[in-house]
């Protein structure tokens, strides 16, 4: 077959997010858009000769055209193999689990995360590096690097490759293996939770629902949950993915798992609810009327993780993003284990994990998980909370209870405007920027400025500088607002601010937490000018 080296010049704004490459499903499927992506890639981590890579999406629109594109380029530049989820289809921390089980080189994963797929909506592709995890800054800028100066790129010119068929084939003389996607996952799973106590649970009447969002975890859930746990057929909903998911937004929060929210909160509602988002990292954690925030989810799952066969040794250290709440702090003080605070964009706890440092990690974007892969894991969190409710035979509310008696509670809500035009959103972080100087000691809706500054990462293990990682004020009495914006967005900016307030008073842990934060809310709009310069009233998001 030949090998086609195609001329090409770079494409301006190829710079990767905090997750790999992400844009619109159109702008990717511009001729030479992906391969010439591709190829950035592949030279920018030094090429991919005698290589094996891990390749896989999560189904979205595109999915599977994009990964012969990949395969046919593979070959061209001289991978080794292959090894590909079955109909294109890889979980990302299923991804993450195959590169390190098989010892392969690196993977491409294809989604646009909890962003909506389709013809109009999003696309994205990232590199995960041997580990499993995302690239780290330095390979990232390399890639970007890349993309700047790319003349060429190689491709086969090869037809369809066949991403259903299980087994073994061969490109050109790069080896294609089809697997199926669920099969190692699974069993790692097996490995970490006590399945009989799960699977005990569900035997004496315990009901679930899990919410796949029409994305990828449905074959996963359905799988574990349905047919290793004995959970009732139907406790998966939304189980088959599809290439728009089913039209939806699969994120996981009480906004668009709308139809979960409104069965846990109606009558009758199932003992368990969850859902995971479009490529099956993140996840939300719902009890009977009673949403777990994933700050708080991640400081309950530090706090109870040994009553699962994974950790029942304990563990070495906890990880969160800067704009996570302090909760999980408190846990790691209470059993004297460390505590790092990172960027946020789960490549930063890689070397964590991989230095023995931290088991577990968790952002307040609905992602935790821990050192078993090197990407954040939706159905491992909810495994995570079904052994511990088997094991303690409590109620979601009652851990919840139990946890904010004990340690306090941190009312914690992220407020999102989307959509901002993005010269007035760069426009409010400059102006806040300039502020933070002078801001301590002043006041704003009667609260006491303490401290203001802007988030600057030292990775403790490579010694890597990442400065500019959030702007954070701080209020005297535990307060705390953080500002971002999101880099996973693909139209105009997202402004993110984090609003927190520790409650240590066991009597005042039962509030609404827009109520209990209304105060930080209102100073946080105000030092800011939100509405003033967005023109905005709300947040279009609140979680
Ligand atoms: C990605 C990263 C997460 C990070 C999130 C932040 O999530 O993997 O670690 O927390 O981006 O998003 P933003 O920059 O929009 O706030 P995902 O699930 O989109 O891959």
């Known amino acids: 077959m030949t090998v086609n080296t195609v001329p090409t010049q770079p494409i301006e704004g190829q710079k990767p997010g905090t997750s790999g490459l992400r844009k619109k499903t159109a ?121 700047l100066e790319i003349d060429a790129y ?172 302090g909760a999980a702090d408190r846990v790691a003080e209470a059993k004297g284990i460390g505590i790092f605070e990172t960027p946020t964009g789960w490549k930063f706890f890689g070397n964590l994990l991989d230095a023995g440092k931290a088991t577990l990690c968790g952002e307040e974007s609905a992602g935790t998980g821990s050192d078993h892969v090197r990407e954040k894991d939706g159905l491992w969190a909810v495994l995570l909370w079904l052994n511990i409710l088997a094991v303690t035979g409590k109620t979601v509310t009652e851990i919840l209870t139990d946890h904010w008696q004990r340690y306090g509670r941190n009312y914690y809500s992220r407020h999102d405007y989307e959509a901002v035009d993005s010269a007035i959103a760069n426009d409010l972080v400059e102006a806040l920027r300039a502020k933070l100087p002078g801001l301590a000691g002043t006041t704003a809706a009667g609260l006491t400025v303490s401290k203001a500054d802007e988030f600057a990462y030292d990775d403790p293990v490579d010694g890597s500088h990442s400065a500019n990682q959030g702007i954070r004020i701080f209020f005297e009495g535990g307060g705390r607002a953080v500002f971002r914006l999101s880099g996973t967005g693909t139209e105009g900016a997202t402004l993110r601010v984090y609003l927190e307030q520790l409650e240590t008073s066991p009597d005042a842990v039962h509030q609404d937490p827009q109520l209990a934060l209304a105060q930080i809310i209102k100073a946080a709009n105000g030092i800011a000018e939100i509405s003033a310069r967005t023109k905005r009233m709300s947040p279009d998001v609140i979680t």
């Open 27 to 147: 702008v990717f499927m511009q001729p030479g858009y992906l391969e010439n992506y591709v190829q950035s890639i592949f030279d920018g981590i030094g090429g991919v000769d005698g290589q094996t890579l891990v390749v896989g999406g999560d189904g979205r629109y595109f999915n599977d055209t994009a990964i012969g594109i990949i395969l046919r380029m593979a070959a061209a530049n001289g991978a080794a193999a292959c090894i590909v989820g079955q109909g294109g289809i890889l979980s990302t921390p299923a991804a993450s689990n195959l590169i390190r089980v098989r010892k392969a080189d690196g993977g491409l994963i294809l989604s646009a995360s909890h962003n909506p797929g389709g013809p109009d909506a999003d696309f994205g592709l990232k590199y995960n590096g041997p580990n499993g995890g995302p690239a780290t800054e330095a390979v990232t800028e390399k890639i970007f690097a890349r993309t």
């Open 154 to 325: 190689r491709i086969l010119a090869a037809g369809a490759v066949d991403l259903d068929a299980l087994g073994v084939s061969d490109l050109n003389g790069m080896k294609i293996e089809i697997v199926d996607p669920v099969t190692d996952y699974a069993a790692l799973m097996e490995k970490l939770f006590d399945f009989g106590a799960i699977s005990k649970l569900f035997q004496n009447g315990f009901r679930m629902r899990f919410d796949a969002m029409h994305a990828v975890t449905g074959p996963y859930a359905r799988d574990i949950l349905e047919n290793r746990l004995g959970a009732a057929s139907g406790t998966v909903i939304n189980g088959i993915p599809s290439p728009d998911f089913g039209k939806g937004h699969p994120d996981p929060n009480p906004v668009w798992a709308t139809e979960l929210m409104t069965e846990m909160y109606g009558t009758n509602p199932p003992d368990f609810g969850a859902a995971s988002d479009g490529d099956g990292d993140r996840n939300m954690i719902v009890g009977p009327k009673s949403y777990v925030s994933p700050s708080d989810s991640l400081a309950v799952l530090a706090d109870l993780a040994h009553l699962a066969p994974g950790y029942a040794d304990g563990l070495a250290g906890i990880a969160r993003s800067m704009p996570t709440s």
